[in-house]
């Protein structure tokens, strides 16, 4: 089999398989989120909630030489790990092409991790309505989605692979110079946008601030 033919099986089989190691750990109610928060006291940091990547950013109009910047963070209080960027955006005819300018990582100050280590850069859209019946809270929606394990609905969900090794004492680690591209159809049906970064068996999200 070629170079080429062993990756496009490679990422075909990581795509599925990523997919499948998230939503087994959202119904299980595990830690799907940036401020490693629970879920209860953080709703808008995990996937399952139906507010999670709202307010995302487009850039129709936008060209190579003057992309739109947007900064990304995971800006929930209590992360072991702390992430800020900037995404380049381009707007490239059917869809719209978003690019790592920077994204750093750091321990934070409140945990007691000696070290972490991230694996996977992903970029995921989804659509998710809001439950019949009365009116709640997001909170309320938060946890009967969790506990009734109702997935949000993916409509884009892609991964990067990335090496990032964060040890105590080191003021951050950064990665650079990875894209996606996001077809503006899918776009416009999303209910939230949203990128997350994949380690040791955790996810954490990274939305639009």
């Known amino acids: 089999m070629s170079k080429c033919a062993c990756s496009?099986?490679?990422?075909?089989?990581?795509?599925?398989?990523?997919?499948?190691?998230?939503?087994?750990?959202?119904?299980?109610?595990?830690?799907?989120?940036?401020?490693?928060?629970?879920?209860?006291?953080?709703?808008?940091?995990?996937?399952?909630?139906?507010?999670?990547?709202?307010?995302?950013?487009?850039?129709?109009?936008?060209?190579?030489?003057?992309?739109?910047?947007?900064?990304?963070?995971?800006?929930?209080?209590?992360?072991?790990?702390?992430?800020?960027?900037?995404?380049?955006?381009?707007?490239?005819?059917?869809?719209?092409?978003?690019?790592?300018?920077?994204?750093?990582?750091?321990?934070?100050?409140?945990?007691?991790?000696?070290?972490?280590?991230?694996?996977?850069?992903?970029?995921?859209?989804?659509?998710?309505?809001?439950l019949s019946g009365r009116a709640r809270t997001e909170l309320e929606e938060a946890m009967i989605r969790a506990r009734m394990r109702i997935a949000p609905e993916w409509l884009y969900d892609e991964v990067r692979p990335i090496k990032v090794l964060i040890n105590r004492g080191v003021k951050r680690v950064a990665i650079s110079g990875l894209s996606f591209r996001i077809p503006k159809s899918i776009l416009a049906q999303a209910s939230g946008f949203g990128f997350y970064v994949v380690g040791g068996g955790a996810m954490w999200s990274l939305v639009f601030i």
């Not at 990581?14 to 940036?34: K, N, S, W």
């Not at 030489?65 to 790990?81: C, H, R």
């Open 8 to 130: 496009r099986k490679r990422r075909h089989f990581l795509r599925p398989a990523l997919r499948a190691v998230r939503m087994l750990l959202a119904g299980a109610g595990v830690l799907i989120f940036a401020a490693g928060a629970h879920a209860e006291s953080q709703p808008s940091s995990s996937p399952l909630s139906p507010n999670w990547g709202i307010g995302f950013m487009t850039c129709a109009g936008s060209t190579p030489g003057n992309p739109a910047l947007f900064k990304v963070a995971n800006p929930w209080s209590t992360a072991e790990i702390l992430a800020s960027g900037i995404v380049k955006c381009v707007d490239d005819g059917d869809a719209f092409l978003y690019t790592v300018d920077y994204i750093n990582f750091a321990l934070s100050s409140g945990t007691d991790w000696p070290s972490a280590h991230l694996e996977w850069l992903g970029a995921g859209v989804q659509k998710s309505a809001p």
